[in-house]
């Protein structure tokens, strides 16, 4: 989507993707968590749509309607050549210059702020533009004469209705596309019941641990659209500790599939310590992930959703520990329900396991697992240090973005009275952004310039206002 707007100053805006699920495990961190040593795999906004069209959202402050631009635009990660399109799930915050986004699961990204909105999101991205063509949704929903730009808006402004239901959003000089929002809404409501699609690439557990001398896993290998090649390897610390990674019959193993199932044995003399599993290689994409982003500046980023497929590089890891008596293992995931960052501490040793987080200490008996809570506040960087036995140390970081900024805007009049709208520009959209605002005066002469080394350049707009926070 782009938001129109008059006013504003020029800027070259990259905005990137980080990678490693939680400790390290996916293609980009759920839950907004992960573990400090965790290697990224880097994306960027490389294209904007030039398929969209005029809408209306009527603001409450000035009781008339604000232009926006609504259509999909594109992400390339890695050094792929693949642009794969996204949507915004998150009206009124705007993309932020430089941002990074991590892949997430949609109950720790702003989709859970709107319970059941996940799958009729994701049944709209399955059956509708561009995963569908304009001409496949007309006769489907039996409106004739529907443009590709009609499809396009009509895709966005469905989604909102769920991810951001107390917008009021209208399609006043389009009602072709006005016609098939209401229909994808419609076949949303009742078909809308698939399960959240899996992360891109992941190792579960991602944290594992036991005694020297024994076999620690199984971790599994899972592939959400399923892995065209991934390899597996130890970091130095668990190579001079001469661990070795194996499949089931206990052979080696280095390139692995989704649903393998992979093993470190460690030696009967190892001391104690720790090491971390790396799986690297490429995998496709899985329709329906969340991305959430933050800036340099830690400010949060409007939330994405995936909605194409493509082959991409990929990253993903697990920690591993041993020793003799206490064995200490840590793990973390995004609780929004409870604002909160939690910590699950493990002692797969023989002794007790004293561990300190936030200050304060926790006894974990042996075989023993106990859930930290870590209060953690909306749209704010929060970072959890763990320690434990034998100089275990675990950083967690991230961002914790759980709400729509529309969640605390009370629903809109169903019939709000309306400002005249500016008119969709004839070059192609001022604007590349979605809802709160951060876009392009893009025309169409800048198009052609906008690749640069490799990658692309975007000329970005800053807008500062109630609903949008500054860039």
Request: aromatic share 6%; proline share 6%.
């Amino acid at each position: 989507m782009f938001h129109k707007q008059g006013r504003a100053v020029s800027r070259i805006v990259a905005v990137m993707l980080a990678s490693g699920l939680t400790v390290g495990s996916g293609l980009f961190a759920a839950g907004a968590a992960a573990a400090a040593d965790t290697k990224p795999v880097t994306a960027k906004i490389t294209k904007w749509s030039d398929v969209w069209e005029n809408v209306q959202r009527f603001d409450p402050d000035t009781q008339g309607d604000v232009s926006l631009h609504a259509g999909p635009f594109y992400i390339s990660i890695g050094d792929s050549d693949e642009k794969l399109p996204v949507y915004c799930i998150d009206l009124l915050n705007q993309t932020k210059e430089d941002a990074e986004y991590q892949e997430t699961d949609w109950n720790s990204s702003s989709l859970q702020d709107n319970p059941g909105a996940g799958p009729k999101v994701l049944w709209i991205l399955q059956h509708s533009y561009p995963a569908v063509s304009a001409d496949q949704l007309a006769a489907a929903s039996k409106i004739k004469g529907l443009s590709e730009q009609d499809a396009a808006a009509a895709t966005q402004v469905a989604i909102w209705s769920f991810s951001d239901p107390n917008v009021k959003i209208t399609q006043k000089e389009h009602p072709l596309a006005q016609q098939l929002t209401t229909w994808l809404i419609d076949q949303a409501n009742q078909n809308g019941k698939a399960e959240e699609p899996k992360p891109t690439l992941s190792l579960v557990p991602a944290s594992v641990g036991g005694k020297s001398g024994t076999t620690l896993g199984p971790i599994t290998v899972t592939a959400g659209g399923g892995a065209a090649e991934v390899s597996v390897a130890l970091d130095d610390k668990g190579t001079a500790a001469k661990v070795a990674l194996v499949d089931d019959k206990g052979a080696p193993v280095k390139n692995v599939k989704s649903g393998d199932k992979i093993y470190a044995k460690v030696p009967a003399d190892a001391p104690a310590g720790t090491a971390s599993i790396t799986a690297t290689g490429t995998a496709k994409t899985s329709v329906g992930r969340a991305f959430v982003g933050h800036n340099a500046k830690n400010e949060r980023s409007q939330t994405l959703i995936l909605a194409g497929h493509g082959t991409v590089p990929v990253a993903a890891g697990a920690a591993l520990s041993w020793g003799l008596g206490a064995v200490p293992t840590a793990d973390v995931a995004v609780d929004c329900a409870k604002g909160a960052v939690v910590v699950t501490l493990g002692n797969k040793g023989d002794k007790d396991a004293v561990f300190k987080v936030g200050g304060k200490e926790y006894t974990v008996k042996p075989g023993g697992t106990q859930a930290v809570s870590v209060p953690a506040k909306e749209d704010e960087k929060y970072t959890v240090t763990v320690t434990g036995p034998d100089n275990f140390s675990k950083t967690f970081t991230g961002l914790l973005n759980c709400k729509t900024d529309s969640s605390t805007q009370s629903p809109a009049p169903s019939a709000p009275a309306s400002a005249p709208a500016p008119s969709a520009s004839p070059t192609g959209p001022e604007l590349a952004s979605t809802g709160g605002g951060m876009g392009t005066g893009l025309t169409a002469a800048m198009a052609g310039a906008l690749v640069v080394a490799g990658g692309a350049a975007v000329y970005g707009l800053r807008r500062r206002g109630r609903h949008s926070r500054a860039s």
